[in-house]
Every structure is written in C-alpha cells, then in structure tokens.
T-cell receptor, first 110, second 113 residues
Framework: LAKTTQPISMDSYEGQEVNITCSHNNIATNDYITWYQQFPSQGPRFIIQ???TKVTNEVASLFIPADRKSSTLSLPRVSLSDTAVYYCLVGDGGASKIIFGSGTRLSIRP | AAGVIQSPRHLIKEKRETATLKCYPI?????VYWYQQGPGQDPQFLISFYEKMQSDKGSIPDRFSAQQFSDYHSELNMSSLELGDSALYFC????????????FGPGTRLTVL
C-alpha cells in the first residue's frame, strides 16, 4: 500500500476555500485516491474518490495531476461543521483494508 | 439508505472479562472490516472478511477473534480484556470491489475498567 504524506493540521475561516494536498509518490497503477472525513467519536465518512484528473461531487473536488504522485482535496466555502480530521488514502478502494495515516486536522474559525 | 449497524454502542467491562461486538453490514455488501481507534489515535485495521472467509489480518491480538456469518453480519470476540483495549471499534462494509467505497458504522465504545 502506498504511503501518504499530508499536513498534520490546517486552520481556515468560514466561507474560505480550503485545499489539502497529499503526497503519494509510490502510488501503484491500480490504486485509487480516496479521502475520508472523521468527526470526534464518529466513524470515518467517505468524501470523494478519484483515479486521475478531476473529480467533483456535492461536497468536494479532488484534483489529481497526470503523474498521480499527489492529490489535492478542495473544500469550497467551508463552515464550522467542516472542522474534522481528513484522511488521504491510496489503495484499491473497497477491495482491501484501509491503512490510515496521520490525517490532517482541519480547524475552521468564525 | 441503510447504513452499517453496530451493537452495542457502548460497553463497559472489567479487566479479564470478555466482550462481543456485533456488526451488521449494508445489505448486499459482502466484505466486512474491523478497525480499532484508541484515544487520540488514528484507526488501526484489525481484520476483514470476504464472503464469510477471513481475507486479511492486521494488528489483532491473539485474544481477539472474529467471524462473518451466513447472513454476512460479523462479530468481534475479545477475551481477557486489558485496560489498553479501551477504544472505539469501527466496523466497515463494502462491495469488496476495487474502487468501491467502505462505509463505516458509528462504532462501539469499549471501556475496560
């Protein structure tokens, strides 16, 4: 499983766009990039998944450059409720275990 | 939409006792995963099952065992409980296909006194 590196913490303000970048230099050809969000004492929640280029859903966008060695999760117009830990994961998705890294603790201020 | 169900949500046990945690996956999901999350830590993979067979094993103590039943629900059995077993235990389910999403349950908070 490819190792990922992401910032330990980030701070932002309500209404701002937040971009969290994740490095995964050893990503394999069949690996997907998946982001999960976790609130305290709750199970991780799937945010978005992509393989290449750009993926967008109602919650976030995921930008993946051509070499796939990094990815950026973009959260538009964050609110206080977006305060959580965000995990970047690389692997074959639902077909195997998730190895959680340290995650990025995002704090949103009024 | 149906989600992953875990029971009980909270459990308090004494040292050296046993505990059984249950997980009911989303209907039609054939793969179940168990994760342990200690206080202030990231979730750690314990064990997984695909079509009722163990598919992968992580850092699960020998005192723990698990199985997946014919109706696809899974149980995590924990014996000789230690203080360090106090944690949130999450179950997740998926279709077991590459690229599919893992859906996590609300977790069981186990406290060992």
């Amino acid at each position: 499983l490819a190792k990922t590196t992401q910032p330990i913490s980030m701070d932002s303000y309500e209404g701002q766009e937040v971009n969290i970048t994740c490095s995964h230099n050893n990503i394999a050809t069949n690996d997907y990039i998946t982001w999960y969000q976790q609130f305290p004492s709750q199970g991780p929640r799937f945010i978005i998944q992509g393989y290449k280029t750009k993926v967008t859903n109602e919650v976030a966008s995921l930008f993946i450059p051509a070499d796939r060695k990094s990815s950026t999760l973009s959260l538009p117009r964050v609110s206080l409720s977006d305060t959580a830990v965000y995990y970047c994961l690389v692997g074959d998705g639902g077909a195997s275990k998730i190895i959680f890294g340290s995650g990025t603790r995002l704090s949103i201020r009024p | 939409a149906a989600g992953v169900i875990q029971s009980p949500r909270h459990l308090i046990k004494e040292k050296r006792e046993t505990a059984t945690l249950k997980c009911y996956p989303i209907p039609r999901h054939d793969t179940v995963y168990w994760y342990q999350q200690g206080p202030g830590q990231d979730p750690q993979f314990l064990i997984s099952f695909y079509e009722k067979m163990q598919s992968d094993k992580g850092s699960i103590p020998d005192r723990f065992s698990a199985q997946q039943f014919s109706d696809y629900h899974s149980e995590l059995n924990m014996s000789s409980l230690e203080l360090g077993d106090s944690a949130l235990y999450f179950c997740a389910s998926s279709l077991g296909e590459s690229g599919s999403e893992q859906f996590f349950g609300p977790g069981t908070r186990l406290t060992v006194l």
